[in-house]
Each structure stands twice: as structure tokens, then as C-alpha cells.
């Protein structure tokens, strides 16, 4: 107080702010260089954000991640966010992959599996509640995902002590050569996320049967391909080591961009604000969308012979992009059609009616044309039963 007072001029502040003063004008002023130290200490220090997400709902999770996204690229909010959130059980493909051959639609229709488009990149990604979410939001200025894996693989060991490690290329942590975490990320002139999964003790079987098309080798597609690496689960079960593993992974993000840690998580609970926050609402729908799960699909080509009960062949050919229909053929024996004309939407309902509008044009058989319609219900292209 006696130093301040002594200064010849004052900068007026609101309470509980700091006021951004250089080391030679406080020097110059006659600042004890304790002081000095601290008051430039406070302007560099900052805290991080832990938040623990309530909601497993994948839709509202994802709208709400995009929501903190997007707030800090407009520069409205710029605050370093940790992101901790789990799912019931889902499918999350990359905003630019192709659903048709990353993930089995017909088993995870049976099993209530949801699917859903993220905003970022990567691959796809198998979630249920035993499986922990991670986000590392922000600024562009501060993102760097080989440091925040890495502080995955420390709080993994220092909980856990299993000697994880992290595969420098995808930034995939490793326990004994098998993945626990893969990672994607979305970057913005002015924000950045890296989002992990950590295989805490997930499904293990469901995961690999979901994550599995049956329709991978008859199709050909330009979109990003998932890396297929042998997976393992860390076996955490316990609400005590998750706390734990909860704080180590919150204590490295704030030492890894050095700032401060505040042993705090808040609880947020997306569908709750969805109701009073249209953004959020708003991104929800768009990602339920038909057009936004399976309409963005990237151009596909699609050859299979089926081979129905009674040993008929029925061989179909199919051409598809961003949830249309582009071309089509179709052979029965010696009965065959080739289709191309206006795009119609990808699915069941509508490409048998094509189908069999073609047929009866063709004058195809009535048991050549039932053939081809079970053909076509038996691939397991459609998001409806």
C-alpha cells in the first residue's frame, strides 16, 4: 500500500482485476522486486476449466462440445476447457467418413446402439458409459495434441501405473502395444479441440462387433477410413479411481499449457440447458438429421453378389453420395436393369421402388423380381429395420 501510494499516477480497476503494469515501470515507481515478481506472476497465470458432463446422451454431448467451440472462436469465451463426458452406447463416426462401411447398422439397430456424425475429423470410435470422453478446448494459439496425449498417458500411469504410452503418428495411447485412447480434433482460426476416448472398461465385444461392417469389402469410397489397431480396456470400475483419474488428467492439462489448477469440476448437464439455450438445441437436431448422419457420405461404389436360400444369385450395383442414390443395377439370372436418373435419397423404402418400377419395365419375372427385392432388404446399407 505505501508503494502504490507513492506512484504518481493511478489506474482505476474493478475489484478482484489486475492491473497489467511492465517490469520497468514498476521498477521505476520503487516496487520491492518480491512484489514485482508476484504482480507479473498473476498476469501470466490463468485457470483452467474442468467441467464433468451429467448428460450421456451422445447428441446433446456433442452439441454442447460444439457450442464451447464455437464460443471461443467468436472470442466470447477463451477460457481453456477440459471437457469429461461419457455416452450410452454409440457409434461416432468423422465428419467426413462413410457410415455404410466404418459401422454394422443392422446389429446396432438390434443391440439400441445410436449412431452419430461428430464435427471433427478422425476416425470412428465405439462409446458406452464404460468408455471416458476427454476435450481439450482451446485457443488456437495453445493447441498442441501431442502434449495433451501425452498427459493422457500420465494421468493413465499415474493412477494406474501400467506403463502407457503414446504412438507419436495418431497420438493413440498405449498400454502393452494395445490402444486405450485414440483421438480427432477440429481446428479454427482462433479455437482448437483435441477430443479422446479412454477405454476404461468399455464392451469390448460390442465394440468390435459395431465398429465392424459386414459391407467393408463390397464397398469402394472416398471417405477416411478408419486405422484398425488392436484395443484393450484399462479395467477402472471403481468411482474412486475414476475421481483419481479424473484429477490427474485435469492437474496435467493445467501444468501442460502452465496454467493454474483449481481442484473444482463443474457439473453440467446438456439437456437441461438445450431447453433454455437455442444453439444447443438447435445443433442437436441438425446431428439426429438424416442428412447430417448418413447425408453426408462421401461418393461410394457398392458391388455384391447375393446368394438368396434357394441358391439364386442375385447381383447388385450401387452408386451413392451425400445421401443420394446415383445409380443402380441389378441382375437376376438372365434378367438384368441398369438405372440412372435423378438422385433419390439412399434409402430402403426408395431404392426398391425404383428397383421394382425398373423391373416391371423390363418385364422381369414376378419370382426375378421377388429375388432382387430380398436382395436388396438382406445389405446392410439402411439405417431402418
Same mark, same amino acid.
Given at each position: 500500500?505505501?508503494?502504490?501510494?507513492?506512484?504518481?499516477?493511478?489506474?482505476?480497476?474493478?475489484?478482484?482485476?489486475?492491473?497489467?503494469?511492465?517490469?520497468?515501470?514498476?521498477?521505476?515507481?520503487?516496487?520491492?522486486?518480491?512484489?514485482?515478481?508476484?504482480?507479473?506472476?498473476?498476469?501470466?497465470?490463468?485457470?483452467?476449466?474442468?467441467?464433468?458432463?451429467?448428460?450421456?446422451?451422445?447428441?446433446?454431448?456433442?452439441?454442447?462440445?460444439?457450442?464451447?467451440?464455437?464460443?471461443?472462436?467468436?472470442?466470447?469465451?477463451?477460457?481453456?476447457?477440459?471437457? /469429461?463426458?461419457?455416452?450410452?452406447?454409440?457409434?461416432?463416426?468423422?465428419?467426413?467418413?462413410?457410415?455404410?462401411?466404418?459401422?454394422?447398422?443392422?446389429?446396432?439397430?438390434?443391440?439400441?446402439?445410436?449412431?452419430?456424425?461428430?464435427?471433427?475429423?478422425?476416425?470412428?470410435?465405439?462409446?458406452?458409459?464404460?468408455?471416458?470422453?476427454?476435450?481439450?478446448?482451446?485457443?488456437?494459439?495453445?493447441?498442441? %495434441?501431442?502434449?495433451?496425449?501425452?498427459? /493422457?498417458?500420465?494421468?493413465?500411469?499415474?493412477?494406474?501405473?501400467?506403463?502407457?504410452?503414446?504412438?507419436?503418428?495418431?497420438?493413440?495411447?498405449?498400454?502393452?502395444?494395445?490402444?486405450?485412447?485414440?483421438?480427432?480434433?477440429?481446428?479454427?482460426?482462433?479455437?482448437?479441440?483435441?477430443?479422446?476416448?479412454?477405454?476404461?472398461? @468399455?464392451?469390448?465385444?460390442?465394440?468390435?462387433?459395431?465398429?465392424?461392417?459386414?459391407?467393408?469389402?463390397?464397398?469402394?469410397?472416398?471417405?477416411?477410413?478408419?486405422?484398425?489397431?488392436?484395443?484393450?480396456?484399462?479395467?477402472?470400475?471403481?468411482?474412486?479411481?475414476?475421481?483419481?483419474?479424473?484429477?490427474?488428467?485435469?492437474?496435467?492439462?493445467?501444468?501442460?499449457?502452465?496454467?493454474?489448477?483449481?481442484?473444482?469440476?463443474?457439473?453440467?448437464?446438456?439437456?437441461?440447458?438445450?431447453?433454455?439455450?437455442?444453439?444447443?438445441?438447435?445443433?442437436?437436431?441438425?446431428?439426429?438429421?438424416?442428412?447430417?448422419?448418413?447425408?453426408?457420405?462421401?461418393?461410394? @461404389?457398392?458391388?455384391?453378389?447375393?446368394?438368396?436360400?434357394? @441358391?439364386?444369385?442375385?447381383?447388385?450395383?450401387?452408386?451413392?453420395?451425400?445421401?443420394? /442414390?446415383?445409380?443402380?443395377?441389378?441382375?437376376?439370372?438372365?434378367?438384368?436393369?441398369?438405372?440412372?436418373?435423378? %438422385?433419390?435419397?439412399?434409402?430402403?423404402?426408395?431404392?426398391?421402388?425404383?428397383?421394382?418400377?425398373?423391373?416391371?419395365?423390363?418385364?422381369?419375372?414376378?419370382?426375378?423380381?421377388?429375388?432382387? /427385392?430380398?436382395?436388396?432388404?438382406?445389405?446392410?446399407?439402411?439405417?431402418?429395420?
Amino acid at each position: 500500500r505505501r508503494w502504490l501510494s507513492s506512484c504518481s499516477s493511478t489506474v482505476e480497476a474493478p475489484k478482484n482485476t489486475c492491473c497489467k503494469v511492465d517490469l520497468p515501470t514498476i521498477m521505476s515507481g520503487g516496487a520491492p522486486r518480491s512484489i514485482a515478481k508476484r504482480i507479473l506472476t498473476s498476469q501470466r497465470r490463468f485457470a483452467t476449466r474442468n467441467v464433468i458432463i451429467r448428460s450421456t446422451d451422445v447428441f446433446h454431448n456433442l452439441a454442447y462440445e460444439d457450442y464451447l467451440y464455437n464460443r471461443m472462436q467468436k472470442q466470447i469465451d477463451t477460457t481453456p476447457t477440459l471437457l /469429461l463426458w461419457r455416452n450410452s452406447p454409440a457409434v461416432v463416426v468423422g465428419v467426413n467418413q462413410n457410415p455404410y462401411r466404418e459401422c454394422n447398422l443392422a446389429m446396432m439397430q438390434k443391440e439400441g446402439i445410436q449412431f452419430a456424425r461428430r464435427k471433427s475429423g478422425g476416425g470412428a470410435v465405439y462409446h458406452d458409459t464404460g468408455n471416458l470422453n476427454i476435450t481439450f478446448l482451446t485457443p488456437r494459439s495453445m493447441y498442441n %495434441p501431442a502434449l495433451t496425449a501425452d498427459v /493422457l498417458a500420465k494421468a493413465v500411469n499415474k493412477t494406474l501405473d501400467l506403463g502407457a504410452s503414446v504412438l507419436e503418428v495418431r497420438h493413440d495411447v498405449l498400454v502393452n502395444g494395445d490402444k486405450v485412447s485414440g483421438s480427432a480434433y477440429k481446428i479454427g482460426s482462433n479455437a482448437a479441440y483435441h477430443h479422446a476416448t479412454l477405454l476404461l472398461s @468399455s464392451d469390448i465385444m460390442n465394440l468390435g462387433m459395431a465398429l465392424r461392417s459386414p459391407e467393408v469389402d463390397y464397398i469402394k469410397s472416398k471417405g477416411v477410413a478408419s486405422v484398425r489397431s488392436p484395443v484393450t480396456t484399462l479395467g477402472v470400475d471403481s468411482d474412486e479411481t475414476q475421481q483419481k483419474l479424473d484429477t490427474a488428467i485435469a492437474q496435467g492439462f493445467a501444468a501442460a499449457i502452465d496454467a493454474e489448477f483449481t481442484n473444482a469440476f463443474e457439473l453440467v448437464d446438456p439437456v437441461s440447458l438445450a431447453q433454455s439455450t437455442l444453439e444447443i438445441a438447435d445443433t442437436v437436431e441438425e446431428l439426429k438429421s438424416w442428412q447430417w448422419k448418413f447425408g453426408r457420405a462421401p461418393l461410394f @461404389s457398392y458391388n455384391r453378389d447375393v446368394q438368396l436360400e434357394d @441358391s439364386t444369385l442375385v447381383s447388385v450395383g450401387l452408386e451413392g453420395k451425400r445421401g443420394d /442414390l446415383l445409380r443402380m443395377s441389378i441382375r437376376v439370372r438372365d434378367q438384368e436393369f441398369q438405372w440412372e436418373s435423378t %438422385p433419390t435419397p439412399f434409402r430402403l423404402v426408395a431404392v426398391k421402388r425404383i428397383a421394382q418400377d425398373c423391373m416391371v419395365e423390363q418385364s422381369f419375372t414376378a419370382d426375378a423380381q421377388l429375388a432382387a /427385392l430380398e436382395a436388396l432388404q438382406r445389405l446392410g446399407l439402411w439405417d431402418e429395420p
